[in-house]
């Protein structure tokens, strides 16, 4: 791959949570050296999610927490990278990386490194088990899954106007060369072990003291609930328009994650002190 070099690179973090007390703090911990600066927003949790991303902000002084009730504002928030040599980083209340792939990754990026693409995807293992006495899980891998990772190099584009769903959709203003099929899937050159941007998603665990006792496994994150409902949308405007349905968007968080066979694997530096 060849290395582009446009002035100082930097590393932002992109989060945004609504009741994920119990897995935040890893999640945020486990990237926080790997970014310059973190903007997280809170979307009315009624959990003790704002608490552990305010108590985090006083011990990580590039850590920007806000409450919101507009999801937009985390992507609004990035729109000064446009242009400039700055990779961001979508990271969700259930999304755990590791750290030591994650700074062997930074030291590639600040090196200039795949600024030739617009998105970067990676080993995701969607998490059913997860066993912290062993330090294992179980789950599902992407691939064959669907990779959730999110990682945008901001150089690619003028612009990118505000979305509800950040970092997933609308029409950046792309600088030529670029485009969403520019993209590197360190799958495609890695296994499991060694890749930097491997990702531990804990879908199918609880996440929050305050889901319910039952069905806590099928509900969404905020990204995942924007889609949910455009998923439902669009099959009210198929039945309007009388076009062929597509398959039922309540088992959609299964059709996308759990793809393949069954995996346990090692998850140790996922769960290592930070």
């Known amino acids: ?3 582009v070099s446009s002035g100082r690179v930097r590393i932002v973090g992109s989060v945004l949570v609504h009741n994920e007390d119990l897995f935040v703090e890893r999640a945020i911990r486990n990237a926080a050296r790997f970014f310059d600066r973190i903007h997280a927003f809170d979307h009315v949790s009624t959990d003790g999610t704002w608490d ?3 108590t985090l902000a006083q011990e990580y002084d590039h850590l920007e927490v806000k409450r919101t009730r507009n999801s937009g504002d985390a992507h609004a928030s990035l729109a000064g990278y446009a242009g400039t040599p700055t990779w961001v980083l979508g990271v969700d209340g259930d999304e755990v990386y590791d750290p030591q792939g994650l700074a062997r990754l930074r030291e590639a990026l600040l090196a200039g490194e795949h600024a030739d693409v617009f998105r970067m995807k990676a080993h995701v293992l969607n ?3 997860l066993d912290a006495e062993r330090r294992t899980a179980s789950g599902w891998l992407a691939p064959p899954s ?3 990772t999110k990682l945008f190099y901001y150089g690619a584009v003028d612009s990118w106007p505000t979305s509800p769903d950040p970092l997933q959709t609308g029409e950046p203003a792309f600088r030529q060369g670029y485009g969403w099929e520019v993209r590197r899937d360190l799958a495609d050159t890695t296994g499991w072990d060694d890749d930097p941007l491997r990702l531990l998603h804990v879908c199918f665990l609880r996440r929050s003291t305050a889901d319910p006792d039952r069905d806590w496994a099928l509900r969404y994150s905020v990204n995942e609930t924007l889609t949910y409902r455009r998923d439902l949308l669009g099959a009210l405007v198929r039945r309007v328009r009388g076009t ?9 968080k299964d059709r996308w994650y759990r793809m393949g066979d069954r995996v346990t694997l090692d998850v140790s530096s996922f769960l290592a002190a930070s």
């Open 1 to 3: 791959m060849r290395r």
């Open 52 to 54: 552990v991303l305010r």
């Open 127 to 129: 998490c059913e088990e």
């Open 146 to 148: 669907r990779p959730v």
């Open 244 to 252: 062929p349905a597509r398959k039922d968007p309540a088992n959609w």
